[in-house]
């Protein structure tokens, strides 16, 4: 296993480190291996946001060193897949259309997008097949549900292969079911691909089902005050989170996140 | 088919129309002060031929004048959008000379360049432009961050964020201020003609009225509401068509 993330004493505050404002992340370290899932919980506004901008080097940091496949973060990584709250699907393109997006733009792919786009659309097709859009490809969309369309926006974020991909709580606008039916996605895709994920939620659940190590960070200035490997047996299904080993965990991470909230 | 929708702006206007025409008649209000509508489309009928001349006049000078507020207000909208340099730099400069009453505009037009086509044509696309600007500005400046963030974590050039992200995302904006600089557009050269024109409705109604030929004046302002409407309606076609998207699947045929 080889580090494939390192943060090193990472501090960052909006408006540069000579203002006045709390940092938004304080001393924050870790390190990720390659391959590996990682989930990061905190209370709301503590800096998770801040530190997947820190790692994909939209945001730089002002002290400590960043590291992705060891080099040092100092501009905006370019094969880096990302999902949000909200899908950001483009509205006049179909799904398809957004999905092959990264490729028509990617640095690495642009040059030879036009050569490529049959395979490219095949490729397409057939990641949405996999998470179940077999059939909307070409509607627009806002004739997807909303789960569908985060569906989608996880399709985007993967069409190109990136070697890191940024969940920034990425079912947190979805209903319970779609939102468990969508681990089980998840977890499908990053077993067959194995990429590196860093996920942001603020479901346990979520975290202790998808994330081989969960860390917990503190309320602002966002410091990581405790991790936790999860060392259950895959696939995980929804069954298994009901089983006792799962449950403990979660009470677990619950106790931490109690503490760090009383802090 | 026939909804209640779509009969709605023909009884409005009809109704309008008939109330106007009962006031006239109930209070024998005199032609020269208001005429009523029937008075006014007699006016229209028998002066057809010079009204159809300066309507068409009016018409191809508020046209040119709209094309040019289109090109420029498109082009400065996408810069001042697309930076916010250029953006805090030129806005105060735009509402400054948004605030300015066009009619003042006109003397200094026609010192420059005479009498006539030129004075209206710039008149129109001074008064138009700003919509336009300030819409397409709009829509570039509030990209969602995280698409910006999409973008920008794939290596995307900044032209390509414009054009694949920023361009398309403002386009609804554009055809809605299209709507709004169309009307403005026939003001401003209906201003223009009045000020300082040599023809024109402007030039018409001015002539009319200061012999007192009040009907023939709301023929003209008839004719102009007319042209307004018409091209209104055409841009609002326009939009659906290229930017039905913007309106969520609603009845977009
Ligand atoms: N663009 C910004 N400018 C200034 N402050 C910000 C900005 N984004 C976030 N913050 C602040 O930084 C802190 C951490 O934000 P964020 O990383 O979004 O937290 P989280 O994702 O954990 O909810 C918050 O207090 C927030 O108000
Ligand atoms: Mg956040």
Redesign the pocket.
Known sequence: MTAFVELDQVTMT??GAGSD??P??ADASLTINRGEFVAMV????????????IVSGLMPADEGITRVAGEAVIRPLTMVGMAFQNATLLPWRTTLENVLLPLEVSRTHRATFRRKKAEHIEAARSLLKTVGLEGYEDHAPYELSGGMQQRASLCRALIHAPDLLLL??PFAALDAFTREELWGVLQDLWMQRKFTVIL?THDLREAVYLADRVYV?SK?P?RIVYERPVPLARPRTLESTFDQGFVDLVHKLRDHIGEVRAS | MITPIKLAPWLATFGLFAVWELVCRLFSVPEFILPAPSAAIAALIEYWPAIWQNAFYTFWVTMVGFALAVVFGLALGLVTGASALVYSAIYPLLVGFNSIPKVAIVPVLVVWFGIGTIPAILTAFTISFFPIVVNVATGLATLEPEIRDVMRSLGARKIDILLKVGVPRSMPYFFASLKVAITLAFVGTVISETVAGNGGMGHLMLTASSSFRVPLVFAGLLVIAAMGVGMYAIFALVERRFVGWAFRGGDTG
């Open positions: 909006y408006g404002t709390t938004a992340v905190g209370p709301s506004g503590c800096g998770k946001s801040s530190l997947l901008k920034d709580e942001v960070v602002r966002g």
